[in-house]
């Protein structure tokens, strides 16, 4: 930005909307982690205060931990969220560069119907897909996760990279084809890394719903050994009395994981386009 | 080796006809330029001719053997691209013996081959650069060198200046013309600037709307174009056309060159008013509305002094004017 258009009342004011907003956006995460760190009683007297030292006790995640099986949840979510995320970016990648790429009769329609899932919410399938894990033995498998978060992904991962796939310029893939290589090295080698930062905003729109999906996690795979880390957190809450302090704790940890993943692929969207290729 | 034959090809996207039959003889070590309006067909030509596009119809025969089956890089051929096309995660020496290394040519080969370009191309002290650090000229010299070391049987050029800035463009040109002559390669170019086609090609094939209308030497076409298409498309400024009737002539359409006419501020054929001078050093261009002619556009030499409103009589060369008949063909 040139140093021109910076006025003062400016950029006070654009500071101001952005931090009234993030503080909004944070405050009841925030209300979360401190109070998951507070003693019963002090979560219910002085909820919007911090642990101080007569209130600070860690029962919450004592418990959590404690609980056993809770681990084996956290790698459950993680399991199914990694592997979903990594089959609808590969799929959606791949149907994407197709669709972007080559002509062939019904390539409009392919892409239309492809698109469909975006506004059909695949919830509204429950029933059936229910019927198809019965019948296919794969009730309370995390592999019956897996395949229904991968179809729930797809449609908005090939539409968004569809458009980007696009863009990516055909003189480049051209040059790939008279260099020698096949239609997979110049889709994996030339054009993957040229949208990268598509992939990763796919990627985080696409992890987000999986990991705090509680709807599919109770009809598909409920079974102990199979419960994934928001399903387990509803251990805590009963339908007369809850354990809040390990209800906050498993919400707080359930936090981590993918801030990490978040993490990870926002430095992507930061770096950007390898430029300096084309023009 | 490196002679190519287009034999009735015909290309169609869709319901829609982009090249519609073309026949093309080019010999082994001729430099051919495609020239033509904007959407004529000439990338896809092109692209044809590599391979990454197939013809709906035709053939193509390069060195004597038919390749429509063949894929680009079994061609036997190397193409350079207006956008450059570099690999962005390659240096330049990388990007240069990639396709060599795809068809395992041995490693000193290869280095020979890669020395030998980037010696030709100057491109020496960038050989460990990514595109990113290079400027647009040395990115486009590295998209030449990329092809020179493929030791093709023919290059093929896909407007690979007019990404430049003017000066560039005109050494780029020169390095292009003296790879032509070093490598004695057979070489097809597209452009849609006249003077890149005039000052390298042996042969120009003008196109337009998918169709070939005239293949011959640069100074074959501006002297003798076959119809008022190719006339009007070489040269430039642009042949003036004057409607024959109003003249009192039999043919159809008029064409002179506005470097076939001389002006004069008291006597001449047509009589006609300054509207526009345009001072380029070494000529200048005057806008005249003829009172017969209509608007010509006349070329004088060295600096010509004429006020817009000024009366000045132009007369055409007589042994230059083209005289064309209904169909728009040259009458001989
Ligand atoms: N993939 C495609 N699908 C449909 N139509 C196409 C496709 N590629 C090119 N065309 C059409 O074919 C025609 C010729 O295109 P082409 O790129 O060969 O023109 P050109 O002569 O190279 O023009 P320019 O000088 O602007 O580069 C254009 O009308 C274009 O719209
Ligand atoms: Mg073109």
Redesign the pocket.
């Known amino acids: 930005m040139s140093r021109a258009t910076i006025s003062l009342p400016r950029t006070v004011a654009a500071h101001a909307v952005l931090l009234t907003y993030t503080v909004i956006a944070l405050f009841p995460v925030v209300v979360i982690i401190i109070n998951s760190f507070k003693s019963r009683n002090a979560i219910f007297r002085t909820p919007l205060t911090p642990p101080t030292a007569e209130t600070f006790d860690l029962i919450g995640y004592a418990t959590v931990l404690n609980q056993g099986d809770f681990l084996l949840y956290f790698q459950n979510s993680f399991i199914v969220t990694v592997a979903s995320l990594f089959f609808v970016l590969l799929f959606g990648a791949m149907a994407a560069f197709a669709l972007a790429e080559y ?1 062939f009769r019904g390539n409009t329609l392919m892409g239309l119907y492809l698109a469909l899932g975006i506004m059909i919410p695949i919830r509204l399938g429950t029933v059936a897909i229910l019927q198809l894990m019965v019948a296919s033995g794969l009730v309370n498998t995390l592999t019956a996760l897996i395949l229904v978060y991968t179809a729930q992904g797809l449609p908005l991962a090939i539409f968004i990279l569809s458009e980007f796939m696009k863009q990516v310029s055909d003189d480049l893939k051209n040059a790939g084809r008279i260099d020698g290589f096949s239609e997979y090295r110049i889709f994996f080698r030339l054009v993957l890394p040229l949208v990268r930062p598509a992939m990763a905003t796919v990627a985080v729109f696409t992890m987000i719903p999986i990991w705090n999906d509680l709807w599919f996690p109770l009809i598909l795979a409920p079974s102990e050994a199979t419960k994934t880390i928001t399903l387990g957190a509803q251990l805590f809450i009963g339908q007369y009395v809850t354990n809040w302090n390990a209800v906050l704790a498993a919400l707080s940890l359930a936090i981590l994981p993918v801030l990490v993943l978040y993490l990870i692929f926002s430095r992507q969207l930061i770096r950007g386009i390898t430029s300096g290729a084309v023009k | 080796m490196g002679s190519l034959n287009i034999e009735n090809v015909k290309k169609a ?2 319901s ?1 006809d ?1 090249l519609k039959g073309i026949d093309l003889e080019v010999r082994d070590g001729e430099f051919v330029v495609f020239v ?1 309006p ?8 092109l692209r044809v001719i590599a391979g990454l596009e197939d013809a709906s119809s035709g053939n193509i025969i390069i060195d004597g053997q038919k390749v429509d089956a063949v894929p680009p890089a079994e061609r036997g051929i190397a193409m350079v691209f207006q956008t450059y096309a570099l690999y962005p995660h390659l240096n330049v020496r990388n990007n240069m013996s990639l396709g060599l290394k795809q068809i395992k040519t041995p490693a000193d080969e290869i280095t020979r081959r890669v020395k030998a370009a980037s010696g030709m191309l100057s491109l020496e002290p960038y050989l460990e650069r990514r595109p990113a650090e290079l400027s647009g000229g040395q990115r486009q010299r590295v998209a030449i060198g990329r092809a020179v070391v493929r030791e093709p049987k023919l290059f093929l050029f896909d ?1 690979p200046l007019s990404n430049l800035d003017a000066a560039l463009r005109v050494n780029t040109r020169l390095e292009i013309a003296q790879l032509h002559r070093r490598l004695s390669a057979t070489m097809i170019y ?1 452009t ?1 600037d006249q003077v890149e086609a005039m000052t390298l090609a042996d042969r120009i094939v003008v196109l337009n709307g998918g169709r070939i209308e005239q293949v011959g030497a640069p100074m074959e076409l501006y002297n003798s174009p076959t119809n008022l298409f190719v006339a009007g498309f070489i040269g430039s400024p642009k042949m003036n056309f004057i409607d024959g009737t109003r003249l009192g002539e039999t043919a159809k359409t008029i064409g002179v060159r506005p470097e076939h006419m001389t002006v004069d501020p008291k006597s001449g054929s047509w009589k006609g008013t300054v509207i526009h001078a345009e001072h380029l050093g070494a000529d200048t261009n005057l806008y005249l509305d003829a009172e017969q002619a209509g608007l010509l556009t006349i070329r004088t030499f060295g600096e010509y002094r004429a006020e817009p409103g000024t009366t000045l009589y132009a007369t055409p060369d007589p042994s230059r004017i083209f005289r064309f008949n209904d169909q728009g063909r040259t009458i001989r």
């Open positions: 002509r | 996207f869709g829609v982009v033509g904007s959407g004529c067909g000439k990338s896809t030509l407007e597209v849609h």
